[in-house]
């Protein structure tokens, strides 16, 4: 699997770089602080399920490659936005300086900003399947990522520091910030694989429940591991005491929630009949990763 998903990073990568401006374009300070987040490193986990998606359904690489890259744009962004000192206050990502550490609050803002338009110049760009149009791409990406989602559940993080949380509120968060994304990245690669409307919707359920199996993972390596480990600041959800899982429910019962989401992830995919290797190979190792 990690040779899988090291060629996968590689295609990504040449494709992103083919697509962003180049660092010397005008202004380049912005260009240059794009690119030093974008290719910081990173599992380039959502666009890697996007390919995967897409092959699931009958569909190539190639067609979900615009998809693939538009999700890491977005995602990106998030990262730079999150680590803004008035979000998460956070010094390092991917094991290196935060843009607005290198570039400055300011120009770090832009370059999310940035980052956030290139991926629906992308995907606007993206061909069309028999079933599927570009305005299906646009808005499966748009509603992930807006208020009633991504953004609305930043809000609900941001709220909740050093508050009660209840797990109703906790799971919302996770829903919101990590599944609906991590569903979309799947969800546009079935698009781009002329997916129909049962494969759309099985993917949309391995989404759902992955995300939040990663998320809680993720709860579970924050108080676990190291920041060297990590490539990002360890302990800081404890420390801005944030609502996590091992916070409300403890590390066991964490971990036994983990593994029970990820087989109703791969529940999800019967109907592929084996043409979702792939994508059950990824939710296993996601499920034993250390970082």
Do not use: W
Request: glycine share 8%.
């Amino acid at each position: 699997m990690i040779a899988y998903l090291t060629e996968r990073t590689r295609i990504i990568d040449e494709t992103l770089d083919r697509l962003l401006p180049p660092a010397t374009t005008s202004p380049a300070t912005l260009h240059e602080a794009m690119r030093y987040s974008l290719f910081a490193g990173g599992k380039r986990l959502r666009p890697a399920l996007c390919l995967a998606a897409s092959e699931a359904c009958g569909g190539s690489v190639e067609a979900a490659l615009p998809m693939a890259a538009a999700v890491e744009c977005l995602h990106t962004y998030t990262l730079i936005h999150d680590d803004l000192p008035c979000m998460d206050d956070d010094d390092f990502r991917r094991g290196r300086p935060t843009c607005h550490k290198v570039y400055g609050e300011g120009v770090a803002v832009l370059a999310g900003d940035g980052l956030l338009t290139l991926a629906f110049e992308i995907l606007s760009g993206a061909c069309p399947t028999a079933r599927h149009g570009t305005a299906d791409f646009v808005r499966e990406l748009a509603v992930a990522s807006g208020s009633r989602h991504l953004i609305g559940g930043q809000v609900m993080d941001l709220e909740g520091e050093g508050r009660p949380t209840t797990a109703e509120q906790l799971k919302f968060i996770h829903e919101s910030k990590t599944a609906a994304l991590l569903t979309a990245s799947l969800r546009l690669g079935a698009l781009a694989g002329n997916a129909t409307a049962e494969q759309l919707e099985a993917v949309g359920s391995f989404g759902y429940a992955l995300g939040l199996a990663f998320q809680v993972i993720d709860d579970i390596l924050d108080v676990t591991q190291s920041s060297e480990k990590l490539g990002k600041s360890a302990g800081k959800d404890v420390a801005a005491q944030k609502a996590t899982y091992p916070a409300l429910f403890g590390l066991e019962t964490s971990r036994a929630e983990a593994a029970r989401l990820t087989r109703e992830a791969l529940d999800a995919l019967q109907i592929f009949d084996g043409a979702d290797a792939r994508l059950g190979d990824i939710a296993r190792y996601l499920l034993d990763r250390e970082y």
